[in-house]
């Protein structure tokens, strides 16, 4: 089987996010009200071969664990579709 | 004999060379290592060097961690040999995990080129065996990912094993680093990374010396490391 995996990647929470931040404090002046909280991260796709979900996952969670997020700063949060 | 300094270039470093001309200004003999090669040649110590590898992609030191020298960069570093990783090196060598932490991107989101002075906070390691703590080095950083972060227990335990080695000095800290923070050592203080460049401060020509007793530490160390 197939599946399409995306990998959401973002700085873990109490870790500063200046990307985040700086977005931030630009919104009031394009006239974004009311926004907040904004969080910078990055997002990859890719494909995996496995013999079913479960194995896809445990592939996919590996990679990102070790090569897409630092997991001493960043956390990653996997979605997976049977293709 | 002179000790023998390794300095490892991967795809995109850009400081070996001046790395090489600072340590052989203090009695080394610098060796250019391949990143794709699987042995040091037997070396006496390596260095990491600044620059880009791998173009920084995904993350600075991200895929040079998997560059195929680092495993013997690593067997070398648990063999307590002298490593430091200069600028992206320390980068490297967090990705690596062969230092605790890692580098953000600096506060405020500016890429950094300026003379940092900064305090020698310990002198037990391989890079600053030859300082003394207090002495402010003015001293060269050029980055845009220093910010070092660790959690609140590894910055615990680096100050409880005197493992943090330079600071920057206490009005400046130009990225937002934890505890001021310029580089730290490994458990053992063979194993260095700092952000800022000692060898763009090797000569009265490049506006400052103060690199040079950082130099001078890591061939000293490169040269017990020779002899056992």
Known sequence: MRFRARVEVQLRPGIADPEGATIERALPALGFDGVAHVRAGRSFSFEVDAPDEGAARTTATQLADRLLANPVIEQSRLELEAI | MA???????????????????????????????????????????????????????????????????????????????????????????TEAGLLPGALQKNGRLRFLCQPARLVVASTSSVLTCEATVGDELVIPINHFSGNYTCDAATLERLRAEDRIVLRYADDENPNGSVDAIAGIANEAGNVVGLMPHPERASSTLLGSEDGLVLLRSLVSSAAVSAAA
């Open chain 2, 3 to 93: 000790p023998r300094i390794g300095v490892v270039v991967f795809p995109g470093s850009n400081c070996e060379h001046d790395v090489i001309q600072g340590v052989e200004a203090v009695g080394a003999e610098g060796v250019l290592l391949w990143h794709g090669d699987t042995r040091l040649d037997g070396v006496d110590a390596v260095v990491l060097p600044g620059g880009f590898a791998h173009g920084d992609y995904l993350r600075p030191g991200a895929l040079a961690r998997f560059s195929p020298v680092m495993d013997a960069v690593g067997d070398f570093a648990r063999a307590g040999g002298p490593v430091v990783g200069i600028c992206n090196g320390f980068q490297v060598l």
